[in-house]
Structure formats: structure tokens, C-alpha cells
């Protein structure tokens, strides 16, 4: 079964990581504003126009912010968000949906916790990917699995998984 990691310095990895896999993925770089429910920041998005995607990351003091959207970003425009995947910076916090895990081989997995507007049962209703089961600080728990870290294909597993959570939410509407 796969472990929640909660170690400020393992999820600081798993974190690195990511952006990494995203960042040689998404090859171009647009300096937009990205905007959100909290206000906008600028950042140079990563894009690939093959996939449609961009992401964007920001350490915050309490999460790992990870923005994705599928519309193309135009260089000094603000940015709409599509998903949000972020992760707590140290600890287990069943109100931040991503989720870092690691199975007994040390692979780490990105996991969703299938907390969007509309719910958890809404999310769970909807999906059709991959679920998989984590301990989650001595309590097992039902999860999206988004993609392994590990996975050449990360970045399109992502892309799909933006895509399933714009269609759960078009169809909670």
C-alpha cells in the first residue's frame, strides 16, 4: 500500500521533482499573470502547445501552489486557472487535495484527493481514472491516482488529469 509522505524535506523533494517533470515537459516559457480565488502573481508559465497545457509553481508558506490550464497563455495577459494541485509544505492536511505517496519500492506517486468545488463525492461520482489506496497517517484512504513521478509520460498523465477535473466539473453543474 502506498505511504502519504509527510516530511517537510521529502515533500520538498517530491515537490522539485514535479516542477522538474513539468518544466522539461513544457518547454516554452510566456510571463503572464496567473490568477486565482486568493489574487494574481506573475510568472513565466511553462507551455507546450502539443498538449495545450501550462503549469505554474509558487511555494507559499503553507503549500506548494501548482496551477495548470488549457487555454494557450499570451505573453503580459492574465491567465486563467483550470486546476489547482497543491501540496502542504510539511505534515498531512486533509484540506490541501494533492498528495505525495510512496510505495515500498520508493517510487513516488502524485495522488488527488478529490476535494474540487463540488465536493468529494461529486469528484468520486464523476472520475474515471485510476483510484488507488494510501495510508494516510494511520488511516487508509481512497485517492486519484494522477501519475508516478518517475513516468516520462508524467506530464500528459497531468494534462489528462486537468482534463477529467473540467469535464467532473462541467458535469456537477
Same mark, same amino acid.
Given at each position: 500500500?502506498?505511504?502519504?509522505?509527510?516530511?517537510?524535506?521529502?515533500?520538498?523533494? %517530491?515537490?522539485?521533482?514535479?516542477?522538474?517533470?513539468?518544466?522539461?515537459?513544457?518547454?516554452?516559457?510566456?510571463?503572464?499573470?496567473?490568477?486565482?480565488?486568493?489574487?494574481? !502573481?506573475?510568472?513565466?508559465?511553462?507551455?507546450?502547445?502539443?498538449?495545450?497545457?501550462?503549469? %505554474?509553481?509558487?511555494?507559499?508558506?503553507?503549500?506548494? !501552489?501548482?496551477?495548470?490550464?488549457?487555454?494557450?497563455?499570451?505573453?503580459?495577459?492574465?491567465?486563467?486557472?483550470?486546476?489547482?494541485?497543491?501540496?502542504?509544505?510539511?505534515?498531512?492536511?486533509?484540506?490541501?487535495?494533492? *498528495?505525495?505517496?510512496?510505495? /515500498?519500492?520508493?517510487?513516488? %506517486? *502524485?495522488?488527488?484527493?478529490?476535494?474540487?468545488?463540488?465536493?468529494?463525492?461529486? !469528484?468520486?461520482?464523476?472520475?474515471?481514472? /485510476?483510484?488507488?489506496?494510501?495510508?494516510?497517517?494511520?488511516?487508509?484512504?481512497?485517492?486519484?491516482?494522477?501519475?508516478?513521478?518517475?513516468?516520462?509520460?508524467?506530464?500528459?498523465?497531468?494534462?489528462?488529469?486537468? $482534463? /477529467?477535473?473540467? $469535464?467532473?466539473? %462541467?458535469?456537477?453543474?
Amino acid at each position: 500500500m502506498l505511504t502519504v509522505i509527510s516530511s517537510a524535506a521529502d515533500i520538498s523533494n %517530491a515537490q522539485k521533482a514535479l516542477v522538474h517533470q513539468l518544466q522539461t515537459a513544457l518547454p516554452q516559457r510566456i510571463a503572464c499573470t496567473v490568477g486565482g480565488a486568493g489574487g494574481g !502573481f506573475e510568472a513565466d508559465v511553462a507551455y507546450d502547445d502539443t498538449l495545450g497545457l501550462w503549469f %505554474a509553481g509558487q511555494s507559499q508558506d503553507t503549500k506548494h !501552489f501548482n496551477g495548470f490550464g488549457t487555454d494557450t497563455p499570451v505573453a503580459g495577459k492574465k491567465v486563467s486557472l483550470a486546476a489547482e494541485i497543491n501540496f502542504p509544505v510539511q505534515g498531512i492536511s486533509r484540506a490541501i487535495s494533492g *498528495v505525495f505517496a510512496q510505495d /515500498e519500492n520508493g517510487r513516488i %506517486a *502524485v495522488l488527488h484527493r478529490g476535494k474540487i468545488r463540488g465536493g468529494k463525492a461529486i !469528484f468520486f461520482q464523476h472520475y474515471q481514472g /485510476e483510484r488507488v489506496e494510501a495510508d494516510d497517517g494511520g488511516k487508509p484512504d481512497t485517492f486519484a491516482l494522477i501519475g508516478w513521478l518517475d513516468d516520462p509520460a508524467f506530464a500528459r498523465r497531468m494534462n489528462d488529469f486537468v $482534463r /477529467e477535473i473540467l $469535464r467532473i466539473k %462541467a458535469a456537477a453543474k
